[in-house]
């Protein structure tokens, strides 16, 4: 690892009182506690790179959530292409629910 980031690293293990890296061959390796701090912060990355789009999103007019109610005779699957389309501009959670309206 390159100086600076070995620093970090090393800095980061005495924080944390933890090994992060086996450094005993010639490779270093991740630890079972470095492994998981690394798949663990790519998942806290992820939430906070979404949490980033979802505000941006609600800010420019978008909805998180939407629910459409359709009637049972309408076929689900002629909604596909639309949410095919919404899928690629925004990360809105979509609802889709069926009833069945009754007659007089």
Do not use: C
């Amino acid at each position: 690892m390159p100086s600076a980031l070995s620093y970090t690293m090393q800095k980061l293990e005495e924080e944390l009182d933890v090994v992060l890296f086996d450094r005993s061959g010639h490779r270093t390796k991740f630890t079972n506690v470095g492994r998981m701090l690394l798949e663990r912060g790519r998942v806290l990355l992820e939430a906070a790179d979404k949490l980033t789009t979802d505000a941006e999103a609600l800010a420019r007019g978008w909805e998180t959530h939407l629910t459409i109610v359709t009637e049972a005779l309408v076929p689900t699957p002629a909604f596909f292409p639309l949410i095919d389309k919404l899928a690629a501009k925004a990360n809105t959670q979509l609802a889709i629910i069926t009833e069945v309206l009754a007659g007089a």
